[in-house]
Nanobody
């Protein structure tokens, strides 16, 4: 079965960096576009970054452009989110996503807290 397992979250000071990882299994990872979403307390889940199956194209929410970088390693079935210059407003649970017809696949999420 499809599994997405996020890791790498934690507590970081403003201006700091974190790298999130999402290990995928149960499907042919290299043929799917992958996405990172986040959900802050009391807010709707929002799309943060997208990467196509080969990694040849990426897209970002305006709020993270220039600070976050999405990448993938198809040999390791893993997608990453490098987050630099973190701000308190980046505090959220971050989720890995693979879309499908019907219900999307989601990981369990990893908490990122940006606070001094």
């Amino acid at each position: 079965q499809v599994q997405l397992v996020e890791s790498g979250g934690g507590l970081v000071q403003p201006g700091g960096s974190l790298r999130l990882s999402c290990a995928a299994s149960g499907f042919t990872f290299s043929i799917y576009t992958m996405r990172w979403y986040r959900q802050a307390p009391g807010k709707e889940r929002e799309l943060v970054a997208t990467i196509t199956n080969t990694g040849g194209s990426t897209d970002y929410a305006d709020s993270v452009k220039g600070r976050f970088t999405i990448s993938r390693d198809n040999a390791k079935n893993t997608v990453y989110l490098q987050m630099n210059s973190l701000k308190p407003e980046d505090t959220a649970v971050y989720y890995c996503n693979r879309r499908r017809v019907g219900a999307d696949y989601w990981g369990q999420g990893t908490q990122v807290t940006v606070s001094s």
